[in-house]
Every structure is written in structure tokens, then in C-alpha cells.
């Protein structure tokens, strides 16, 4: 970036350096108004820049298996939406500096140690258009990799403070029981679509939550603001995994970048899939019709496509769409304190697009 494009020295973003280029970052979808703004569209540009080569740092290892490992799915790509978000929210509590940058590495790092971890237990395929690791080396190493972008994560967030530190354990606690949650499943005589959005706070909302977190405290906002942003994190983070849920369905993987039905393969009950045993159970006859394809032996690509195909074109799915623009609203609803600016008005487009999208 030259000279002339930088912020001023007294802005936001100050003291950032010069970090790559705007041309080798991209924003994730409904993002555009941050790229169209003159002063906001460096400065976020700049940022991004600087936490793609702290992640590259981050990664890097002198053993040569974990270094491979290690980069394996962050060079597949990613939308990189967690750093982004935290950056926005230190925009919106007081400035971009060098620790929300370092806090910004610190929750992509956290968030693709959980994906090495969550395709073992999946059983997935395809990341980010890529065989997932374990499908390259085996459980233990993807697991061990896991582990190890755990522990830079966790080696990051120690220079940031006590406070930092703290956000950053209570998260891991979540995402940790989250997954087990998930792994046992509802208790006895609970909802299943009560326990699933638990799971869904635990597992994904934890950590966007921590962005805003991260973004708005290490920017010195005032308490109330940092509340704001940790609450339209965790919504908009339930919003974003409930349509990954309806998306697994209906999506392309050409476009996803998995492959459809995988949950349904797993045997993972997502929430199309919670509404569409509901609606069985009261009755609904083409409802009961679609839950015996879903509980075939789903091994054969026939039966997962044909299982795939009658959830899509089942009213379930289109309610678990609503359900997912509903979290969505909620999200753009706790954001109503703050006062208009460009940032706020990019998360808000952002909560749009997360339930408007195909991948």
C-alpha cells in the first residue's frame, strides 16, 4: 500500500505498518460498504493484511510435519470473518491497535484448531475445497495438529494480559463443552432444538462473541459497548451456523466447498433436521416419509443424495432458513445503542448476508 493510501498517523490504525498489500486481501461476502469507504477500507484492508502474517508466523514450525500440518488448512483459504470482526469492533470501541491485531490472530487461530478437531469427529471429507487432514494423515496427527495451533494461540493471548487471558479461557471452556454437549446429546426430557441452539452458543456464538470481546476491550471502550458487541457476536454467530446447517442441504460444493448432506451422512442433527423429526412426530406425513430416508444406511452416495433432496424440498427447510434470519435480526437489534457509523453499518449488513448466502 503506498503512502499516500494510509491513514493518518492519528487515526485509527495507527502505528499498524505498512503489512501487505490491499490487492492480496479480500473481504468476506457483505462486506462492501467497509471496501467502498475511503478512510474505514485502508485502515480494515491494512489490518487484515497484518493478521494473514501473524497467522503465517503463527503456524510456521521448524518441525518440518507439524509445519506442513499446520498451514494445511489455513492456505486452503477461509473467510477470515472472526478477525474482521473483531477488528470492527475495536473500530467501534476506539481504535484499531497492535493488541486487537494480535486478538484478532488469536480467534482464527482458535477457530481453525477446532476444525482440525471437529473433522475427526465428523469424519468429513472436504474442508475448504481440500481433503481435510485427517483424510490426508490420519486421525492422531490432524488431532496433534489441533492441539499444536491450540498452544501458538494460547501463547499469543498471554502477551495480551490478565484480561485477555481470561476471554480467552472462558471461550475455550465453551467451545469444549459445546462439542461435548453436542457429543451426548440432550438430557433427559430436554428439547432437542432447545439443547441444539445450547450447543450452537457453545460452539460457534462462544467465539465470535469473544471477537467483539476481544475488539471493543482492547480498544478501551466503556463496559456498556463491549457488552453490545460481545452480544451481536454470539447471535450473529448462532445466525451463521444455523445457516451452514440449512446450506449443507441446499448448497453446492462447488460453492461450499463440502460436500452436501455430510452432516446427514454423520448423523449430526442439525436443525433442519431437528424440525423435520418434529413435524414427523406431530404427524406430518411427508415429514415421516423423509425422516425414513434420512435413517437409511446413508453410506452409498444414491441414498445420500435422495435423503438430501427430500429434506431440501420439505417445508423443515425453510423454516430452519427463518429460524437462522431470526437469530440474524436479533443480532442487528442489539446493535441499536450504538450510534450510525460505517462500522456498525457493516455489521449490520454483514447479519444480512450471513442468512442470504450460498456457502
Known amino acids: 500500500m503506498t503512502e499516500s493510501s494510509s491513514p493518518s498517523s492519528s487515526g485509527p490504525g495507527a502505528g499498524l505498518g505498512t503489512g501487505l498489500g490491499a490487492d492480496q486481501v479480500k473481504l468476506p ?3 462492501d460498504l467497509i471496501a467502498s469507504d475511503e478512510r474505514l477500507g485502508p485502515v480494515v484492508l491494512r489490518a487484515l493484511a497484518r493478521i494473514e502474517e501473524r497467522l503465517d508466523d503463527a503456524v510456521r514450525s521448524a518441525d518440518q510435519l507439524a509445519d506442513i500440518t499446520s498451514r494445511h488448512l489455513l492456505q486452503a483459504g477461509g473467510k477470515r470473518v472472526r478477525p474482521l470482526l473483531t477488528v ?17 490472530a488469536v480467534v482464527e487461530l482458535t477457530h ?3 476444525l482440525y478437531h471437529d473433522d475427526v469427529m465428523d469424519s468429513a471429507p472436504l474442508r475448504r475445497g481440500v481433503a481435510t487432514a485427517q483424510t490426508v494423515w490420519g486421525n492422531s496427527v ?27 479461557a472462558d471461550t475455550f471452556e465453551r467451545l469444549v463443552l459445546g462439542q461435548l454437549h453436542e457429543t451426548v446429546g440432550p438430557r433427559e426430557g430436554q428439547d432437542p432444538l432447545e439443547h441444539y441452539l445450547d450447543v450452537l452458543a457453545g ?14 476491550a482492547l480498544a478501551g471502550a466503556e463496559q456498556d459497548v463491549v457488552d453490545v458487541m460481545v452480544d451481536y457476536g454470539e447471535k450473529v454467530g448462532i445466525a451463521f451456523q444455523l445457516a451452514d446447517d440449512v446450506i449443507d442441504v441446499v448448497g453446492a460444493d462447488e460453492v461450499s466447498g463440502k460436500t452436501p448432506g455430510t452432516d446427514l451422512r454423520e448423523g449430526v442433527p442439525t436443525l433442519p433436521v431437528l424440525i423435520l423429526r418434529r413435524m414427523a412426530a406431530e404427524g406430518d406425513a411427508e415429514a ?10 446413508l453410506t452409498s452416495d444414491a441414498a445420500l443424495a ?25 443480532a442487528i437489534a442489539a446493535l441499536a445503542p450504538l450510534p450510525d457509523s460505517v462500522a456498525k453499518r457493516a455489521l449490520v449488513a454483514f447479519a444480512h448476508a450471513v442468512v442470504h448466502r450460498e456457502a
Open 203 to 216: 460452539k460457534t456464538g462462544s467465539l465470535i462473541a469473544a471477537c467483539g470481546h476481544f475488539g471493543a
Open 29 to 31: 461476502a457483505g462486506f
Open 306 to 330: 435422495r435423503a438430501v433432496a427430500a429434506l431440501a424440498a420439505h417445508p423443515a427447510t425453510q423454516e430452519a432458513w427463518r429460524i437462522a434470519r431470526h437469530w440474524a435480526d436479533e
Open 288 to 297: 415421516g416419509a423423509a425422516v425414513e430416508l434420512l435413517d437409511c444406511d
Open 142 to 168: 490432524a488431532i496433534l495438529t489441533g492441539d499444536l495451533i491450540f498452544a501458538r494461540a494460547s501463547s499469543m493471548v498471554s502477551e495480551l494480559g490478565q484480561r485477555a487471558l481470561k476471554i480467552q
Open 112 to 114: 481453525l484448531a477446532t
Open 88 to 104: 470492527l469492533a475495536a473500530e467501534i470501541g476506539g481504535g484499531i491497535n497492535d493488541a486487537v491485531l494480535e486478538a484478532a
